[in-house]
């Protein structure tokens, strides 16, 4: 591996140069076989270059020309080499640089989106793009104080969903403030019954810090505080599973109330 691939590819580890260079790394085989696929690609995410063990080219003899051909630069390394340079302990696949996308706002039609209000924790984040990408949800919007999205470990945890899955970071009180919804839920100890909700098909789900929850900042822009049952002695639940049961609560609601009206007509 060219001496200034390794010092590009290990500087990447760093959200500083991520953003100076405009590249983040893809680590191991499903996450880059997602990445090099267009029908899983959704975001249609660039890749400037690859490199992968002999195991790999076996494994995938019959579409690494294809690969190839989506990429500035390719070459074969070792597997120590592949670990030597990335984030994974153990990486005997590839490894890709991709090209980051630009931070741009979207429009937000008659759809659910996430907000994260000071997500910290890369493995939680990567667990959120998961679950978003699980129940649907593609969009992301995401307080300025909230991990990059784009770190290894993020992308790692994602297990592809990044591909699925678009951030838009900002200052997350004032888009709130900005892009007023009656349809905004939070998370609180003090809140309505989740089981008792009467979800929308469209607005936004706020998922608060892992310790201290949604701040005052945010809280005054949810028009829906909501909690989830406590049943036993457990102080507080971590922010990605916390995630899963507001989604998978929301999808149930939207779903039994469409076959509800379905038998009706």
Known sequence: ???????????????????????FLVEGEKSVVELLTPETNVQGIEVEALFYTPKFAQEYV????????????????????????????????????????????????????LALADIRDPGNLGTIIRIA???????????????????????????GSFLRVRPYYCQLDNYLRENFSDSVYGAFLDGKNIYEEDFKAHGIIVI???????????AQYISHRITIPRFGKAESLNAAIATAIICDNWKRHILFHKSYQDRKR
């Open 133 to 159: 990408d699980w129940y649907g949800i593609n969009k992301m919007i995401c307080s300025e104080t909230t991990t990059d999205f784009y770190s290894p470990k993020v992308i790692s945890a994602s297990m």
């Open 208 to 218: 608060g810090n892992e310790s201290n929850g949604i701040s005052d900042e945010i």
């Open 1 to 23: 591996m060219l001496k200034r691939w390794q010092r590009l590819v290990k500087s990447l580890h760093n959200k500083k140069f991520r953003y100076q260079e405009g590249l």
């Open 62 to 113: 019959k579409y690494l020309a294809s690969f190839q051909k989506k990429v500035a630069y390719s070459e074969v390394v070792t597997q120590e080499i592949l670990q030597s340079v990335g984030t994974l302990q153990t990486n005997d696949s590839i490894l890709a640089v991709a090209h980051l996308p630009q931070n741009l706002p979207f429009d937000r039609a008659d759809e659910m989106v």
